[in-house]
């Protein structure tokens, strides 16, 4: 299993196409061996032909020696068989130089076939290298890119986290809102109560207090003229005001004692 990375997949791909050439070249090179192997036997037995037809033209002029002209004397068989056996290595030769050339040409033309099909794929690998060159530029772009929204994309998700911090906070002021409003209408309705009494408990409560201790100084001065010596410098404190009188203070003072605590 490969990876994705740009080399990678680079590296494969050249490795996938130079096992498709080499197996381009393995097979070529195998039928050129052959056509070459075909070329020497044809090539053998064009020079096994030629020696046979040189020997037995020298046997036949060995043979045929003794056939002489009976005017000059010359033998008659010989020019022949001379002249043949030169025309046949002649029209031999002809043949092996044409296979010869048939056979060059045509590696020529093979040969010329494989290096235009090599420059054709050096010019379209030029061309795909320099379109992975700039596949690679765009891709750097891409990543700078993503980079740059990732950073961006982490900076709204804290600002949102801090939107949401604020939200409940928020909230939570508005729940303290409320319970302080419903403390203020409680403080409200309590203060209502003592609307109208108020002021005038007050009142009765000083004069009564100024009267108790008018009282209270009236009983010293008694005590001190008879000389009770038990009861001297003790204060007396009356209740003239009665149970309700008493209630209403306590009441007063818890609800002030309330408000203060609550500020």
């Keep these: 299993m490969n990876c994705l990375n740009h080399n990678c997949l680079k590296i494969n791909l050249e490795n996938e196409y130079f096992k498709e050439k080499l197996t381009e070249f393995y097979k070529e090179n195998k039928k050129l ?65 044409q296979v010869n050339k048939k056979s060059y040409v045509k590696l020529c033309e093979m040969h010329q076939n494989l290096l235009k099909k090599y420059e054709d794929e050096v010019n379209s690998n030029a061309v795909k290298l320099d379109l992975v060159n700039k596949m690679k530029v765009e891709l750097d772009k891409y ?28 909230k939570q002021l508005l729940i303290d809102l409320e319970s302080y409003k419903y403390k203020c209408q409680s403080y409200q309705e309590n203060l209502k109560l003592f609307d109208d009494d108020f002021f005038i408990d007050i009142e009765n409560l000083k004069n009564n207090y100024d009267k108790a201790v008018k009282l209270n100084n009236y009983y010293k001065k008694l005590l001190e003229k ?5 009861v001297k410098n003790k204060d007396f404190k009356i209740d003239e005001f009665g149970t309700n009188q008493n209630e209403k203070c306590s009441k007063i003072k818890q609800f002030t004692k309330e408000i203060i605590e609550n500020l």
Aim: glycine fraction near 0%.
């Design 143 to 170: 990543e700078s890119r993503c980079k740059f929204y990732e950073n961006e994309m982490n900076s709204l998700r804290k600002k949102i986290d801090n939107m949401h911090e604020i939200e409940l906070k928020n």
């Design 33 to 97: 061996k052959e056509e070459l192997s075909k070329f020497k036997n044809y090539s053998k037995s064009t020079t096994a032909v030629q020696t046979d037809t040189i020997q037995l033209s020298q046997k036949d002029y060995k043979t045929n020696s003794t056939n002489k002209c009976t005017v000059c004397k010359t033998n008659l068989k010989q020019k022949n068989i001379s002249k043949n056996s030169s025309d046949q290595s002649e029209s031999n030769l002809e043949k092996y130089n």
């Design 226 to 230: 008879n000389k009770i010596q038990d």
